[in-house]
Structures are given as structure tokens and as C-alpha cells.
């Protein structure tokens, strides 16, 4: 019986989120900045809707403040939610009726995916599909695109008890059919994986013991900022 709770538990901390029936496309409000104006736009999971931070510790906010001295973001959306797979973000998008365009687009999706046990090759048609859609965001241009690789929760307590090598394996075959996609319409792929890896101290997990700390999302902010600038400056 513990088993089966211990189970359902872990299930529920991926799927908090993933069954609620309406989809809001989230408008944050952004810090003052100098420079031309600029719109952002984040797609993706838990990672980048910030499960467990607060709203100003999300990377895609510590990127825009990174980005202040250069540019202003006039406009953030987000459209995540903790447990979604590549199915259903791109459902979602498609529920939202977004028909905005903005100056960059950011896609981090995948985890739950590998969590559910998804087949690679799902994952890969409908990554393309995404990376389609993210383009057409960005006014039909994938070099106006980027994309994170999906973050190792096995490094946090809440796989401690887990196959952690099955995870870490299984995430880089993800995260490798990712980068593939990116490579063939010449989308930047930006490796956080590894930031997870080598950051692995309390202070850069959440408190839910699952997600990542708003330490953790600075570090990715910090390696998406070069590329977010080479991108609004076109």
C-alpha cells in the first residue's frame, strides 16, 4: 500500500497542473529597461512557469532583467503548465488563440515526456511540430527561436530513491533528438542539463524537493542571456 501511495504522490507532483480544463496565456508585467522595445514569448512545462519560485524568480525574468541594460521587453508571455507533455503544450497553444508575434520565442519541453515513458519518437514529431510552431510566433523566422534542454530532476531528493543513471540516460536521449530537431532549422539549442548536474546543493532545489530554485533559473537565465541578445538584435 505505501508503495502505491508513495506512486500516486509522485505522479501528482508531475501532473498538479496537467488536467485543469482552461489555458491562459500568462502576461507578466517586466522591469523598466533601456533601449529598442522588444516581446517575449516562453512555451513550455514546470520549468519555465517556475513550479514551487515565485514569479520573479523564473528564468525567463531573470533573463529580462539580464537583457534591461540592452533592450526593453514591453511584453512577456508565457504559456506553461507543470505536467505537460509536447502534446499537450501544443494543445494548449492551440486553445489559447494567440495570434500575437514576438521579437523572440523560447521552448523548454520534454520532462514529462521521459516521465510518463513516451516513445522517442513521439517525442520527436511532435518537438518538430512545436519548433514549427514557435517559429510561426516569431514571425515565420526559427532564428528568432531558441531552445533549453530539458533540466536532470534526478539530481533532486525527489528522485533519490529512483534509478538516477535510467534518468540521466533517458533525459540525454531526449534531449539528443532536441538538439537534432534545432540543428536542422538552425534553432539554438542551449544546454542546461549540465547546469543541473553541477549545481546539485540544496540551495538550487525547490522546496517541493522536485523542481529547481530561482538560483537554479538565474543559472539559465545567465546561459540563454548571449543568445537572447543575438536574437533581438535582428
Known amino acids: 500500500m505505501s508503495k502505491i501511495i508513495a506512486f500516486i504522490l509522485s505522479i501528482a507532483l508531475f501532473l498538479s497542473c496537467a488536467m485543469t480544463d482552461t489555458t491562459e496565456i500568462v502576461s507578466i508585467p517586466n522591469p523598466i529597461g533601456t533601449g529598442p522595445d522588444r516581446t517575449f514569448l516562453a512555451l513550455g512545462d514546470s520549468y519555465t512557469i517556475g513550479e514551487s519560485v515565485v514569479e520573479k524568480d523564473r528564468w525567463s525574468m531573470y533573463l529580462i532583467d539580464l537583457l534591461k541594460s540592452d533592450f526593453t521587453i514591453t511584453k512577456h508571455d508565457i504559456i506553461a503548465r507543470t505536467g505537460w507533455t509536447t502534446e499537450e503544450l501544443t494543445q494548449a497553444i492551440a486553445d489559447s488563440k494567440n495570434t500575437n508575434q514576438y521579437d523572440m520565442v523560447s521552448l523548454l519541453i520534454g520532462v514529462n515526456n521521459q516521465y510518463r515513458r513516451q516513445s522517442i519518437e513521439k517525442y520527436r514529431i511532435e518537438f518538430r511540430e512545436l519548433l514549427q510552431i514557435s517559429a510561426r510566433f516569431a514571425h515565420g523566422d526559427y532564428k528568432k527561436v531558441f531552445v533549453l534542454s530539458i533540466p536532470d530532476y534526478g539530481v533532486t531528493p525527489f528522485a533519490v530513491s529512483r534509478d538516477t543513471k535510467k ?6 536521449d531526449f534531449n539528443a533528438v532536441a538538439k537534432d530537431e534545432c540543428r536542422k532549422v538552425g ?18 532545489i525547490a522546496s517541493d524537493q522536485l523542481h529547481f530554485s530561482g538560483k537554479m533559473h538565474e543559472l539559465w537565465a545567465i546561459k540563454a542571456r548571449d543568445t537572447a541578445k543575438i536574437i533581438l538584435r535582428q
Open 187 to 204: 534553432v539554438p539549442f542551449l544546454d542546461i542539463t549540465t547546469v543541473t548536474r553541477e549545481h546539485t546543493d540544496a540551495s538550487y
Open 167 to 172: 534518468i540521466a540516460k533517458e533525459i540525454d
